[in-house]
């Protein structure tokens, strides 16, 4: 990311603001910030500091729409990817050659890409944290109930052993 350089005088600050508060100057933020630059480099790339770029957005209502726009649309793209892969997708790879002085495609293929478990437990993380997080909170129960879960556990594990201990059942075949 290049950056405009102005002199560090009164005058050259006047001149920096005056330039990224102008259309053009929002473009370019705007621009920056779909490449991903965070909030600190814009600052830097603007030569500001973080607390005068806050400023700045509170004085100029479009360029705060630029960042914040820039800032859901970025969010919105990486959402998608994330989806994408988290769900798996389709390619198509293309391998091209250069026949008699031009580019020709020689080879076309769809190419499956298998969902990525990594990619679905952070969209499930970061969208039902209630149901996906690493650690749920305790549930809250008395010692009665825990009492009358353990019983009904300890009946469920006898009638499974009893289970196992009875003979298979007779399958009307004779031997």
């Not at 950056?3 to 050259?12: Q, S, V």
């Not at 030569?47 to 770029?53: A, E, F, P, R």
């Not at 859901?72 to 050659?97: F, H, I």
């Not at 478990?117 to 549930?139: E, G, I, K, V």
Request: aromatic share 6%.
């Amino acid at each position: 990311m290049d950056h405009i350089e102005f002199e560090d005088t009164e005058e050259g600050k006047r001149e920096r603001k005056a330039f990224w508060m102008s259309d053009d100057g929002i473009q370019l933020v705007a621009g920056y910030r779909r490449e991903g630059a965070s909030l600190e480099r814009l600052a830097r790339v603007i030569g500001i500091s973080d607390s005068t770029l806050r400023k700045w957005r509170s004085q100029e209502p479009k360029l705060e729409a630029a960042i914040r726009q820039t800032d859901e649309l970025v969010n919105s793209m990486v959402e998608n990817a994330l989806l994408r892969r988290a769900l798996g997708y389709t390619t198509v790879e293309v391998d091209e050659e250069l026949v008699e002085g031009e580019m020709r495609v020689v080879r076309r293929r769809e190419r499956h890409v298998a969902p990525d478990t990594r990619a679905c437990m952070n969209w499930l993380f970061s969208r039902r944290p209630d149901r996906w997080r690493a650690q749920q909170a305790p549930l809250d129960a008395s010692a009665e109930e825990i009492a009358a879960v353990r019983d009904v556990l300890v009946t469920i594990a006898t009638a499974a052993q009893d289970a196992q201990q009875l003979p298979a059942p007779d399958d009307g075949a004779e031997g």
